[in-house]
């Protein structure tokens, strides 16, 4: 019976379902992994936790979609998760190891609840996950990851730094995609950033970061960088677009949730025609509007692209007189005072336009309700992944 047998996949949902009985399962899976197989344990970080919640998330939708009797999403996801696994140093080996090691688990775990039926059902599902992540890999004809060093490393905010990065060979990616990024002072933590220019046929690329506070990789981005370190990116993500005949676009950037907006913006001035983009780009302090000069810049060769600054606050502070001032120049919108979902949406409608927003997950979700309340169209309104 295998996967469709349901009685048996209920069995074994019920071992993932349980946030204790999880958790217990996924320390007892690394565990026996580890000891399977010590080469393993170097691959990851020293600490598990989030990597056990996130194995276990994914474990967890993947069975229920089993239980729904759904193939495509859950063999489209294995693909993805494969093809990015080869940036860790996974080879098809290991697979191997890790399937024993989590049969193993799942045996211990389900105690008097295992039977023959449910051994068939975990060997099925086993095989399913493992040949399809390692499958894909496999059959990927881009490289696993690209190298490159960084040529420059500006402060332009107490937080906020801009890094440009040579890449050894360039990368193939569309304007509005993330790339995923390990630096030197944090091997091993990868972290998604977001291209803030398009592809460039020399190997250029540029991303904008901001220190989240307690922030591992990006305080050290911003902080410690310098030009001679090296970078190594990952597997192209996410779906912005623009479509350019699908009428007038507004884009909402909260501080480095500028960088995609940005580059498919670059990705427009190759074009005579566009429809009109508005763009309001928000910050704390006025000082924090990092980008307004190259913002004008574009704004002034290109009448359909027009900028609206915005800061919560209307006075800097006093660290600002540090770093660049990001005035906007004359000739750009006047710099509003507010928070950007209240601002954006107290123009009132914005029904006709596709939308695109990007940002901490906390301003892109408020954004989109405010945005929503007054009429915009859910379905014209993308953002990437809300995740931290
Ligand atoms: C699709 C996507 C694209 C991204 N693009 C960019 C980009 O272009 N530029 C950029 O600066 N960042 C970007 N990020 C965020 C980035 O990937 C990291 O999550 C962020 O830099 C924090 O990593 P960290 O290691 O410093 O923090 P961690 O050490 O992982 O987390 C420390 C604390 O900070 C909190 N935290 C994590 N992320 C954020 C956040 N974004 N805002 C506020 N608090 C947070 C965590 O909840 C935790 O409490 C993107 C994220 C996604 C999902
Ligand atoms: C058996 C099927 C597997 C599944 C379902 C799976 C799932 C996942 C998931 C969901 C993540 C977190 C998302 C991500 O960072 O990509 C992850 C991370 C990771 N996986 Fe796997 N994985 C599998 C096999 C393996 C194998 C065989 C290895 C080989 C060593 C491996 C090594 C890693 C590493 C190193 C990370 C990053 C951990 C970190 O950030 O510290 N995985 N895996």
């Given at each position: 019976m295998g996967l469709d047998d349901r009685e048996s996949l209920r069995v074994?949902?019920?071992?993932?379902?349980?946030?204790?009985?999880s958790e217990a399962l996924m320390r007892r899976f690394y565990a026996s992994?580890?000891?399977?197989?010590d080469s393993v344990r170097e691959l990851f970080t020293p600490d598990m936790a989030r990597q056990q919640a996130a194995f276990g998330q994914a474990l967890r939708w993947l069975v229920t979609e089993f239980l729904a009797q759904r193939a495509e999403q859950p063999v489209a996801?294995?693909?993805?998760?494969g093809r990015d696994h080869r940036k860790y140093g996974v080879t098809e080996?290991?697979?191997?190891?890790?399937c024993q090691a989590l049969f193993l688990a799942l045996r211990t775990e389900l105690g008097d609840r295992w039977s023959p039926a449910v051994d068939d059902t975990v060997t099925e599902a086993l095989t399913l996950i493992a040949g399809a992540?390692?499958?894909a890999a496999e059959a990927d004809p881009l490289p696993p990851w690209w190298d490159g060093t960084v040529v420059d490393h500006r402060r332009v905010s107490r937080d906020i730094a801009v890094i440009g990065l040579q890449l050894e060979k360039p990368m193939p990616y569309h304007p509005g995609q993330y790339v995923s990024v390990q630096v030197p002072q944090h091997p091993r933590r990868w972290r998604y950033l977001s291209a803030a220019v398009p592809p460039d046929p020399q190997g250029f690329i540029e991303f904008h970061v901001r220190a989240v506070p307690g922030g591992l990789v990006s305080g050290a981005v911003v902080t410690d960088t310098a030009p001679g370190d090296r970078w190594r990116l990952s597997n192209p993500h996410g779906g912005l677009t623009v479509d350019r005949d699908a009428g007038d676009v507004l884009m909402v950037a909260g501080s480095t949730g500028l960088a995609p907006l940005r580059a498919l913006i670059m990705e427009l001035t190759r074009f005579g025609q566009n429809p009109r983009v508005h763009l309001f780009f928000g910050g704390r302090y006025p000082c924090e509007l990092y980008d307004l000069p190259a913002l004008w810049e574009l704004a002034s060769c290109n009448?359909?692209?027009s900028v609206s600054p915005?800061?919560?606050?209307y006075n800097n502070p006093p660290w600002a007189a540090d770093y660049?001032?990001?005035?906007p120049p004359r000739g750009l919108h006047v710099r509003q005072t507010g928070r950007l979902p209240e601002v954006v949406a107290g123009y009132g409608g914005w029904s006709d336009r596709q939308i695109l927003i990007c940002g901490r997950p906390g301003m892109v979700l408020a954004t989109r309700a405010a945005l929503i309340a007054h009429g915009a169209d859910p379905g014209r309104i993308q953002h990437d992944p809300l995740v931290e």
């Open positions: 074994l949902q019920s071992a993932l379902d349980d946030p204790d009985r992994w580890f000891y399977l197989d996801f294995l693909a993805q998760l080996a290991h697979y191997h190891r890790a992540m390692s499958g009448p359909w692209l915005v800061a919560e606050f660049p001032d990001p005035e």
